[in-house]
C-alpha cells in the first residue's frame, strides 16, 4: 500500500515538473535558449560536443532524466567547473533547458 502511494507521488511530482516548464513564456524561451548557447557553450563547446566541460548533446545525455540534469543545472558539480545556476534561473527554468538540451538540435 505505502509503494503504490511512493508511486503516485513520483507521478504527480513529474507531471508538475513538465507543467511548469512547459509555462515558461517563449521569450522566456529565447533567453534560456541564448543562455546555453553563451554560457553553456563557453565551457561545453558552442556546438555542445565538449570543451572544458563534457558533451551535453542530446546523445550525450540519453541516459540521464531531465530532473537529473536540472538538479546539476541548478547546484552545479562540486569540485568541478561547472557552477550552480541556481542564483539566476528558477526550477522551471532548469527543466526547461534540460529538456531542451535532450532534444534540441544545438549549433
Known amino acids: 500500500m505505502a509503494e503504490t502511494g511512493l508511486i503516485a507521488a513520483a507521478v504527480l ?3 508538475a515538473s513538465v507543467s511548469l516548464a512547459a509555462d515558461i513564456s ?3 524561451q529565447a ?3 541564448h543562455m546555453v548557447i553563451q ?3 563557453s565551457c561545453h563547446g558552442l556546438t555542445m560536443k565538449g570543451g572544458l566541460g563534457k558533451p551535453i548533446t542530446p546523445e550525450a545525455l540519453a541516459g540521464y532524466d531531465p530532473e537529473g ?3 546539476i543545472i541548478l547546484d552545479g558539480v562540486p ?3 561547472m557552477p550552480p ?3 539566476l534561473i528558477a526550477e522551471a527554468e532548469a527543466l526547461w533547458i534540460a529538456e531542451y538540451l ?3 538540435k544545438t549549433p
Do not use: M
Open 79 to 81: 569540485g568541478t567547473a
Open 13 to 15: 511530482a513529474a507531471a
Open 26 to 28: 517563449p521569450q522566456r
Open 39 to 41: 554560457d553553456c557553450g
Open 102 to 104: 535532450k532534444t534540441e
Open 85 to 87: 545556476w541556481r542564483p
Open 69 to 71: 540534469l536540472a538538479a
Open 31 to 33: 533567453e534560456l535558449e
